[in-house]
């Protein structure tokens, strides 16, 4: 594991949070990132399906680790989410890419997608955020 890698996973190790929804850090480069976390019945709303906070939660997430990747420690300043269609699987996966890295600032998007028992992947959510050096 190289020193980003290990730096990042230290990050998501010190988040509360992240630990306690069981997220982990599957890829992280300069300007990428990825989020996955598996769906268990405590992560769902009342029709079955992922919660809208845990979609948005892997969003603002991916979102700032692909901008923190270029900018160096960050916070997300903004993000938007649109939910596309009910997170339903065993599994949901994050993928996020800055856009565009200033030296204060990037702009960066996310996919977030569901995946069923057989690893097939369906778009769930789409995200779009501003991502700030500290």
Same mark, same amino acid.
């Given at each position: 594991?190289?020193?980003?890698? =290990?730096? =990042?996973?230290?990050?998501?190790k010190a !988040?509360?949070?992240s630990q #306690? #929804?069981?997220?982990?850090? %599957?890829?992280?480069e300069s300007?990428k990132a990825?989020?996955? #976390?598996?769906? $268990?019945?405590?992560?769902? !709303? ?15 997430n =991916?979102? $700032?680790? =692909?901008g ?6 960050a916070? $997300? ?7 596309l269609r009910?997170a339903?699987g *065993? ?11 200033g030296?204060?600032q990037a702009?960066c998007?996310?996919e ?8 097939v *992947? ?7 955020? %501003?991502?700030?050096?500290v």
């Amino acid at each position: 594991m190289d020193n980003l890698q =290990a730096f =990042a996973q230290s990050i998501l190790k010190a !988040q509360p949070f992240s630990q #306690l #929804l069981g997220a982990e850090l %599957t890829r992280f480069e300069s300007g990428k990132a990825e989020l996955a #976390l598996r769906l $268990t019945d405590s992560l769902k !709303q009342q029709h079955g399906f992922a919660h809208g906070g845990v979609v948005s939660y892997l969003a603002d997430n =991916a979102l $700032t680790f =692909a901008g923190g990747s270029v900018l160096g420690d960050a916070v $997300t300043s903004e993000f938007k989410i649109n939910y596309l269609r009910p997170a339903i699987g *065993e599994r949901l996966i994050a993928r996020a890419e800055s856009l565009h890295a200033g030296k204060q600032q990037a702009v960066c998007q996310c996919e977030i997608y569901a995946v069923d028992a057989q690893g097939v *992947e369906k778009l769930c959510a789409v995200a779009q955020g %501003t991502i700030v050096k500290v």
